[in-house]
């Protein structure tokens, strides 16, 4: 396999207890250092792919590989490269922003290199004085902020956005997805996220899939997509590719 | 380094929490009734020993001594009852009393006399004291029946007329002869253990299933589980995390549990029964260099123990709500057990050893097998706690390992194959 490809996924198939498919024979590569957004409905099967690809789950069929590591018996090496940002990624409430922060670093880095990135954390973050008080004080914003910044500080090869900016206000969304964009390009990043809003995705993508009940319906560049489906934005490529 | 630092922030993530800091201020109230409670019990079985019958043995056919007895059944409303030999009324009766050859005569010259007595203690529980309570308040009312004797016999006023029995009383546990005041503060002693035993556990067991629940709520656990860090190390840390703040909570709860030891070693006597106290270093005496090291081994597992049972529910809990509803009744039930047994009795045989399944019971098979003076039993019941205990943390690292610590575990009935 190509060491340009960051993410490999073949006919994956996950079943949760009961029966019920997760995903349904998904197949989809993302090139390193560009920036990939799985698009589709609730219960498509967007998290549970991240959650795989995260390591977190173990697929039921299929083959998922990281850079070339597969997400099931080189799991750790494959945390090593990746950061995860789940939905509503929260924060331990009774530590302090600075104690979260140096916490999840702390797994990371050692010495100076440790101090830079809560340096950087902090910076990105920019919550002021508030990052030295108890998490339980925080806005849901200010937690979003703060679970983004040890993400970032942590300068993996891979980054896993799970619905980014999910439950923010226009200012703060406008903000996360510069920091994910700059970030990204700054540093060669390769970024997988899901997200139900089109205009983000647009927004921040190189390339889209399109996810439907557990399959890949169509993928491709935003602006190659819309021509294609003779569409005005993701919105309207959505709708007619599902048939809708 | 990570590792310590897994450890730290599970400790932190704890210690920082008003409820914690309310649950501990609770706890130390709690243990001051409970204290209370178990004084006013202590007292109440101390009463019924003076309605129990009592097994005599005489060995002197002295008049004295036959009208000495008479006058003592009468006054006890018929509860002395002539046996032949102890061993035969050790069979029917809780306590036989022996009054031994010469004692009539003696009476009449000797200002200190001895009356011996015996009970068999075939369970570790508290209500066993009231078994030898029973030849003490016996040798009260003998004592100063005989005093009013010696007064008519030498025809002076009984304020003159100064006598002491003294009792001593042997308790036969497996062949084992007890001094029975040594064994009453023992059996104190191990009750006590054992509330603190029960309580550590059951907080250990709460803190722990909560722990992870909360995490969850906290949304930081996928966060958690997507470093670069093995599920085991991970799984392992919490149960140390656990161990540690039950630990701390030993530290905290010091001042509750000496004012239980206080409220119990408050003089109890009754009708002749000597004061009996119960302090940890009786209990740490009596079980010996041995016995100190088994016992320390015995709450390192229990709270491990518990930190573990706690970890296996809180992982496989959406949320605190049903770690607590699922951890609560475990706990609980743990507790009470523990504490009914402290009531219903433990056998002293080498069943006792069997307690170590419970792992919480470790404690008092130890203290069985003191009694006894078979060792054995105390190193089966370690070993098997040993097993239990270890098989719980690696079911904690399995289910860390697994992504059931992500959607849990559901329980459904197996579809027949067709």
């Given amino acids: 396999m190509s060491s340009s490809i960051a993410i490999d996924v073949r006919d994956l198939v996950k079943v949760y207890p009961g029966g019920v498919r997760g995903v349904d024979g998904l197949s989809f590569r993302v090139v390193a250092g560009e920036i990939y957004g799985l698009v589709g409905p609730n219960g498509s099967g967007k998290t549970t792919t991240l959650r795989i690809i995260a390591t977190l789950l173990k697929p039921s069929g299929g083959s998922v590989r990281v850079f070339g590591l597969d997400v099931v018996s080189d799991a750790i090496k494959v945390r090593e490269l990746i950061a995860y940002l789940p939905e509503e990624a929260g924060a331990y409430r009774d530590l302090t922003g600075i104690d979260f922060v140096r916490f999840f670093l702390g797994a990371r880095f050692r010495g100076s290199r440790l101090e830079e990135a809560v340096e950087e954390a902090v910076k990105i973050a920019d919550l002021g004085s508030d990052i030295k008080r108890p998490v339980r004080g925080y806005s849901k914003g200010m937690k979003r902020l703060l679970a983004l910044s040890v993400v970032l500080a942590s300068r993996p090869k891979l980054l896993i956005f799970d619905e980014p900016t999910s439950g923010l206000d226009v200012e703060r969304s406008l903000r996360v997805r510069n920091l994910v964009r700059d970030y990204a390009r700054r540093y060669g990043v390769t970024v997988l996220l899901s997200s139900h809003n089109m205009l983000e995705v647009e927004y921040l993508c190189d390339r889209v899939g399109i996810i439907y009940r557990g399959k890949l319906v169509v993928e491709g560049v935003p602006e190659e997509l819309k021509a294609r489906y003779s569409a005005r934005n993701l919105e309207e490529v959505f709708v007619r590719a599902v048939g809708g | ?418």
């Fill in chain 2, 1 to 418: 380094m990570v590792f310590t630092a897994l450890v730290k922030k599970e400790v932190m993530v704890v210690l920082k929490s008003p409820a914690f800091i309310a649950g501990l201020v609770f706890l130390v109230v709690y243990f001051g009734v409970l204290g209370r409670v178990i004084g006013v019990a202590t007292e109440q079985v101390t009463k019924e020993a003076v309605e129990s019958y009592v097994g005599v043995v005489s060995e002197d056919m002295n008049i004295v001594t036959q009208w000495l007895l008479q006058a003592a059944n009468s006054t006890l409303k018929g509860r002395l009852v002539t046996v032949p030999t102890v061993e035969e009324g050790l069979s029917k009766f809780p306590a036989v009393l022996l009054i031994p050859a010469g004692f009539g005569e003696s009476l009449l010259r000797n200002k200190t006399l001895y009356v011996y007595g015996y009970t068999v203690i075939d369970r570790v529980s508290l209500l066993q004291t009231s078994r030898y309570q029973i030849v003490f308040s016996v040798v009260k009312v003998l004592e100063e029946l005989g005093k009013v004797l010696v007064a008519m016999e030498e025809g002076v006023n009984l304020s003159e007329i100064s006598r002491t029995f003294i009792p001593r009383v042997e308790a036969r546990a497996g062949g084992k002869v007890v001094d029975v005041n040594v064994l009453s503060s023992l059996l104190i002693s191990t009750m006590m253990l054992a509330y603190m035993v029960g309580i550590l556990g059951m907080l250990a067991l709460m803190y722990s299933a909560q722990s992870v629940a909360t995490e969850k709520e906290e949304k930081a656990f996928e966060m958690l589980l997507t470093l670069p860090i093995s599920r085991k190390a991970i799984a392992v840390a919490k149960v140390v995390g656990a161990v540690v703040l039950s630990v701390i909570m030993v530290v905290a709860y010091f001042a509750g549990f000496s004012f239980i030891f206080a409220s119990v070693s408050t003089p109890t006597s009754v009708e002749g029964s000597q004061v009996v106290t119960g302090s940890l270093w009786d209990l740490m005496q009596f079980l010996g260099s041995e016995g100190i090291i088994l016992l320390s081994i015995s709450l390192g597992l229990m709270l491990m123990f518990s930190g573990s049972l706690g970890l296996l529910i809180g992982s496989m809990s959406s949320d605190t709500r049903v770690a607590g509803a699922v951890a609560g009744p475990i706990g609980a039930a743990l507790y009470v057990s523990l504490l009914a047994a402290q009531f219903i009795g433990v056998p002293l045989s080498s069943f006792s050893s069997l307690l170590g399944l419970s792992v919480y019971g470790l404690p008092l098979a130890i203290f069985a097998s003191s009694v006894l003076g078979d060792r054995a039993i105390a190193l089966q019941a370690t070993g098997i706690a040993t097993a239990v205990t270890l098989i719980t943390v690696l079911a904690v690292v399995r289910v860390f390992e697994s992504e059931k610590i992500l959607i849990g575990i559901s329980v459904r009935r197996r579809r027949q194959a067709r």
